[in-house]
């Protein structure tokens, strides 16, 4: 079997459960290709090449022996570092936990492991989720495989850029910030044209998208919530007290551990007061209903996520102007279940986002839509270049 990296986590899976492909042979594969381009990449702070071994081994032995434990059994995972993995240390991508060693499994890393997937080991972020791509870390940032000199977006970088570049078939990461046909999907479209407007290029791919699953049978509507600056505003402040809960005795002990961007946006915090977090609780409930009312009258929203292409990795101005202009917050602040997926290719050969966002415990939908839009696009099938 040729293209091993390529092989999707559910390719995987059928291969291995169907006896047509050894974990021990995805495995040895996927830790080759880690080895020659991750260091290119920086996807990895921990890669645990010795477990991941073993566990194919013994993944392959339970196969052959007609025990399997689950529909994953034999697939590798990779896991973000602000996730416990036992025996591993969760640093948040940051010199404050650096020793910081798990000593329990998280329960999404449990449950993964109950349904037979094999941790590969823990992956590049932005320090604490929250900082951006930061050279004065003690791990170097993540970079995109479609082009090493461009940051992969965040704060899950080591996620979706291992994804990209076949290092492995999925991987967890975290949010800080069928056929279509019937189905009716709302379409945001004040968030990319008047909230922040978006790059033509970015206006042009989602458009393209709202119209491709018009042809598969999707009703198109617009649809409107509240704004993107009252959305930033309701999470600005929630996060930053919260944050500041929890980082406080260490920005006050050791400030000097944190990098400039985290400890620049965790500083914040401390001057947010009580009144200004009840407002921001109060208002985030106004705006879960807003959100609800749109998707009564449909089954999915479409929206952007990114309004630019992918900036260099190495220009600290235009990094801090694209990093806020955005629309994942929204459903940071509402608790909406999100899905980001490429929506095109820049003429500078970058991908483009697109979001998909669903109703409460309606994930299925959710992914039945991605699914379609993806297969329509064949944006499954576009790897990077260099890789």
């Known amino acids: 079997m040729s293209d091993l990296h390529w092989m999707t ?13 050894s974990p021990v042979e995805l495995m040895t594969a996927l830790l080759e290709r880690i080895g020659r381009l991750d260091p290119k990449l920086n996807v990895f702070i921990r890669l645990d090449r010795d477990a991941a071994r073993d566990a194919a081994k013994a993944a392959e032995a339970e196969i052959v022996g007609g025990r399997v434990r689950g529909p994953l059994h034999g697939v590798p995972v990779g896991i973000k570092d602000i996730i416990d993995v036992a025996g591993l240390p969760t640093t948040c991508h940051s010199k404050i936990l650096a020793d910081n060693i798990a000593v329990a499994d998280a329960v999404c890393v449990s449950r993964l492991r109950g349904a037979g997937a094999i941790v590969l080991g823990k992956l590049s972020t932005h320090e604490f989720a929250i900082g951006g791509p930061s050279f004065d870390l003690p791990w170097p940032p993540a970079r995109n495989p479609w082009n090493p000199d461009h940051h992969p977006g965040g704060s899950s970088s080591g996620s979706g850029a291992g994804v990209a570049a076949g290092l492995f078939p999925m991987a967890l990461g975290s949010d800080t910030g069928g ?14 044209e008047t909230d922040t ?11 393209h998208v709202a119209g491709t699953l018009h042809r598969l049978g999707a009703e198109i509507r617009n649809v409107r919530v509240p704004s993107l600056e009252e ?3 309701v999470n600005r402040v929630i996060l930053q007290s919260e944050a500041w809960t929890i980082h406080g005795p260490w920005l006050r ?13 965790l500083m914040a915090g401390a001057f947010v007061g009580a009144g200004d977090y009840v407002q921001a609780s109060r208002r985030r409930l106004q705006m879960i209903e807003a959100v609800e009312d749109a998707l009564r009258d449909v089954d999915v929203l479409l929206c952007a996520s990114a309004m630019d292409p992918p900036c260099r990795i190495d220009k600290a101005d235009e990094i801090a102007r694209t990093y806020p202009r955005q629309a994942r917050t929204p459903f940071n602040v509402t608790g909406h279940p999100a899905l980001a997926m490429m929506a095109g290719i820049s003429t500078g050969g970058l991908p483009l986002s697109v979001q998909f966002v669903g109703r409460c415990f309606a994930e299925a939908t959710l992914f039945r839509v991605a699914r379609e839009w993806e297969r329509a696009a064949g944006t499954g099938e576009k790897h990077p270049p260099v890789m």
């Open 9 to 21: 986590a559910v390719e995987a899976a059928r291969a291995i459960a169907a006896r047509e492909l």
């Open 179 to 192: 056929s279509v046909r019937g189905l009716r999907i709302g379409f945001i479209r004040h968030f990319h």
């Open 197 to 207: 407007p978006a790059d033509p290029e970015v206006g042009a791919a989602l458009e």
């Open 231 to 233: 959305f930033a505003a």
């Open 253 to 265: 002990e050791r400030p000097g551990d944190y990098g400039q961007l985290a400890r620049r946006r």
